[in-house]
């Protein structure tokens, strides 16, 4: 019976053969968890003015609504107070329309922003690492070839 070779000698040597430079892994995860807290703080601060937004229409459109449904002496003025209503929950939803638009327009400046930083920074790093590893590869070549 043929006997099974032990690969995992075999992968351990070959693998030591490479240099792997862990600190550069590190660095990225560092830089990825960076990357998102940045985000995390932009979506966070979005949704609390979102939420602020939000109450501030709810209230206002209570109010006109508390207006709208007291009771009136002549029935035309039932009309009017819907009228009122109508115009006046337009023009609320106008204002609140805008300021969730200058929201979104600021996460989108934000969130452009810390890209562009980041993909400068993964950028040197990139570059970095790759001369790094190549400087390691040429001298490792060069001692397998004088080692020969």
Same mark, same amino acid.
């Given at each position: 019976?043929?006997?099974? +070779?032990?690969?995992?000698?075999?992968?351990?040597? !070959?693998?030591?053969?490479?240099?792997?430079?862990?600190?550069?892994?590190?660095?990225?995860?560092?830089? %990825?968890?960076?990357?998102? &807290?940045?985000?995390?703080?932009?979506?966070?601060?979005?949704? &609390?003015?979102?939420?602020?937004?939000?109450?501030?229409?709810?209230?206002?459109?209570?109010?006109?609504?508390? &207006?709208?449904?007291?009771?009136?002496?002549?029935?035309?003025?039932?009309?009017?107070? #819907? %009228?009122?209503?109508?115009?006046?929950?337009?023009?609320?939803?106008?204002?609140? !329309?805008?300021?969730?638009? &200058?929201?979104?327009? @600021?996460? +989108? #400046?934000? *969130?452009?922003?810390?890209? !562009?930083?980041?993909?400068?920074?993964? %950028?040197?790093?990139?570059?970095?690492?790759?001369? @790094? =590893? *190549?400087?390691?590869?040429?001298?490792?070549?060069?001692?397998?070839?004088? =080692?020969?």
């Amino acid at each position: 019976m043929a006997k099974a +070779q032990d690969f995992s000698a075999i992968m351990k040597d !070959m693998m030591g053969a490479f240099p792997v430079d862990t600190k550069a892994m590190e660095d990225a995860f560092k830089s %990825t968890a960076a990357l998102n &807290e940045k985000l995390s703080g932009v979506a966070l601060e979005a949704a &609390e003015k979102s939420a602020e937004i939000s109450s501030k229409w709810t209230k206002e459109t209570l109010a006109k609504l508390s &207006e709208m449904s007291k009771a009136k002496a002549e029935p035309a003025d039932y009309a009017k107070a #819907m %009228t009122d209503f109508a115009s006046a929950s337009a023009e609320v939803a106008a204002e609140n !329309m805008a300021a969730f638009a &200058e929201v979104a327009k @600021k996460v +989108q #400046m934000d *969130t452009v922003e810390l890209l !562009m930083a980041a993909g400068k920074d993964i %950028t040197e790093d990139a570059t970095a690492a790759v001369k @790094k =590893a *190549t400087n390691e590869v040429t001298a490792a070549a060069k001692k397998a070839a004088a =080692a020969k």
